[in-house]
């Protein structure tokens, strides 16, 4: 899986070249300039790191860092602390409220992308690091990839967790709320419909190795991971 780092930096300058280099380092990158925007997109998809500047207009980095902290949703995602500030104190703040790590500007490119790299490797796989096979499709939650016999399933960071919390529970269904609760975590924006968003994304990914109707729609409950039993509706509508 292509890791997403989400980028937040009000300079249009640092944040085209941090752009430019996270893309060049093989990254997904989505760019934003303040908190409120960050919010948005965190809300949407997590992203698998997040750039933060630390000056931001109206909500600081450091307060927008507290906050996603101290939501179960956010609270994992690695946080590398950008600043012009050079005092001590600051850095012991930014890692007092759990960044993962911090650079202080001006800083080079190169030394980032290998902080990225470093904070990406040591996340959590000790979690669930058990690698799933259920009928050709494979699951390596160490460095997040999907295969299906050698060739890669492309993913994104939510479609992996829906798949990964899929396939670790087959042969079970689940409501939407159920999905939500589990893969979205105590997010309360997300609503079914986004359930119904993301299984459809999942499918079309899977849809490339013939491997769609794995995802099965039961009528008027939800959803099922299913590789042996294949006559359920495949239509995500469903159950709407
Ligand atoms: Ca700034």
Redesign the pocket.
């Known amino acids: 899986m292509i890791a997403t780092i989400l980028i937040v930096?009000?300079?249009a300058a640092?944040q085209e070249l941090i752009a430019y280099n996270v893309q060049r380092a093989g990254y997904e990158c989505i760019c934003v300039e303040n908190a409120e925007k960050a919010l948005a997109v965190i809300n949407d998809a997590l992203p698998d790191l997040i750039v933060l500047?630390?000056?931001?207009p109206q909500m600081s980095g450091i307060e927008f860092a507290r906050i996603l902290r101290s939501h179960e949703r956010t609270r994992a995602i690695p946080i590398i602390m950008l600043t012009?500030r050079t005092e001590e104190a600051d850095k012991v703040s930014a890692l007092e409220i759990g960044a993962d790590d911090y650079m202080t500007k001006p800083f080079s490119p190169r030394e980032l992308i290998a902080r990225i790299h470093a904070v990406l490797r040591r996340l959590p796989a000790a979690a669930c690091d058990e690698i799933i096979k259920i009928d050709g499709l494979r699951l390596s939650p160490a460095d997040h990839r999907v295969t299906c016999s050698g060739s890669v399933i492309e993913l994104g960071p939510t479609e992996y967790r829906l798949l990964h919390f899929l396939m670790t529970h087959p042969e079970r269904v689940y409501s939407r709320d159920q999905l939500l609760h589990q893969v979205w975590g105590d997010q309360v924006s997300a609503e079914g419909r986004t359930v119904d968003v993301h299984i459809r994304r999942l499918r079309k990914a899977l849809e490339a190795v013939s491997k769609d109707d794995y995802i099965q729609t039961v009528r008027g409950i939800g959803y099922r991971f299913s590789a042996t039993a294949m006559s359920f509706v495949k239509d995500s509508d469903a159950t709407t």
Do not use: F, N, T
């Open positions: 930096e009000d300079e640092i500047d630390w000056m931001l012009a």
